[in-house]
């Protein structure tokens, strides 16, 4: 685990523009009451935790042998794996920068933190239960509404918070991220299916859980 923080570490440093500010990485043994009111920022770091499974939201360099044949998306069941960190972006054209806190309701993006690729979703059926496939598609300078999520807390808070039940809603199929124990036999052999269903299901609630969560920009 420290090995992986770490890296991780690293790669904020060389890669976001952090403006000589601090960021708060949250492992998976992090439990204290501080820890859990932790804003999630553009620009943070995270993994996505399904709520029911406790498997991480993940993606690797292996494409569907169906469907669109874009990066798999799955869930993954160990704590300590580097496939499983993501990005919070904004959409593009708006003024959300870094540091900037997430409300209910805004549609944001989410980047894969290894193959740079976006959590991706369209027509294409999922592998296993046939609903709306989640891939990962695009680049850097490559990204569509395809990659657009609209984030929904449950509950009454207003803003993203670290260990606060949320669902992720995509905008171009109406299809909430879910999750399930039906899990891949051979590439992806004890890994969950991931998919969109655009029912709300006990099985489609997240949680932000390990990370590193840049702190809030001041307003100027």
């Given at each position: 685990?420290?090995?992986a923080?770490?890296?991780?570490?690293?790669?904020?440093?060389?890669?976001?523009?952090?403006?000589?500010?601090?960021?708060?990485?949250?492992?998976a043994?992090?439990?204290?009451?501080?820890?859990?009111?932790?804003?999630?920022?553009?620009?943070?770091?995270?993994?996505?935790?399904?709520?029911?499974?406790?498997?991480?939201?993940?993606?690797?360099?292996?494409?569907?042998?169906?469907?669109s044949?874009?990066?798999?998306v799955?869930?993954?069941?160990?704590?300590?794996?580097?496939?499983?960190?993501?990005?919070?972006?904004?959409?593009?054209?708006?003024?959300?920068?870094?540091?900037?806190?997430?409300?209910?309701?805004?549609?944001?993006?989410?980047?894969?933190?290894?193959?740079?690729?976006?959590?991706?979703?369209?027509?294409?059926?999922?592998?296993?239960?046939g609903?709306?496939?989640i891939?990962?598609?695009?680049g850097?300078?490559?990204?569509?509404?395809?990659?657009?999520?609209?984030?929904?807390?449950?509950?009454?808070?207003?803003?993203w918070?670290?260990?606060?039940?949320?669902?992720?809603?995509?905008?171009?199929?109406?299809?909430?991220?879910?999750?399930?124990?039906?899990?891949?036999?051979?590439?992806?052999?004890?890994?969950?299916?991931?998919?969109?269903?655009?029912?709300?299901?006990?099985?489609?609630?997240?949680?932000?859980?390990?990370?590193?969560?840049?702190?809030?920009?001041?307003?100027?």
């Open positions: 685990m420290a090995l923080f770490l890296g991780l570490s690293i790669f904020l440093f060389l890669n976001l523009d952090l403006d000589g500010t601090s960021f708060s990485p949250v492992s043994s992090s439990s204290s009451a501080s820890d859990s009111a932790l804003e999630i920022t553009y620009g943070s770091v995270i993994k996505l935790m399904h709520e029911r499974t406790k498997y991480r939201l993940h993606s690797h360099d292996v494409p569907y042998g169906s469907g044949g874009q990066q798999s799955t869930g993954f069941p160990n704590v300590d794996d580097a496939n499983s960190y993501w990005i919070v972006r904004p959409q593009p054209g708006t003024n959300a920068k870094q540091g900037d806190t997430i409300k209910s309701g805004t549609i944001i993006r989410l980047q894969h933190m290894k193959t740079r690729k976006w959590l991706h979703s369209h027509l294409h059926a999922s592998p296993i239960s609903n709306l496939e891939s990962c598609f695009g850097e300078n490559e990204s569509d509404t395809g990659d657009y999520w609209r984030l929904m807390i449950e509950g009454s808070g207003k803003t918070k670290q260990d606060q039940r949320i669902r992720l809603q995509h905008v171009d199929t109406q299809g909430y991220l879910h999750s399930h124990d039906k899990k891949y036999q051979r590439i992806a052999g004890g890994q969950q299916e991931v998919c969109g269903v655009r029912e709300k299901r006990a099985d489609n609630v997240w949680l932000a859980a390990e990370g590193a969560y840049l702190p809030i920009t001041a307003s100027k």
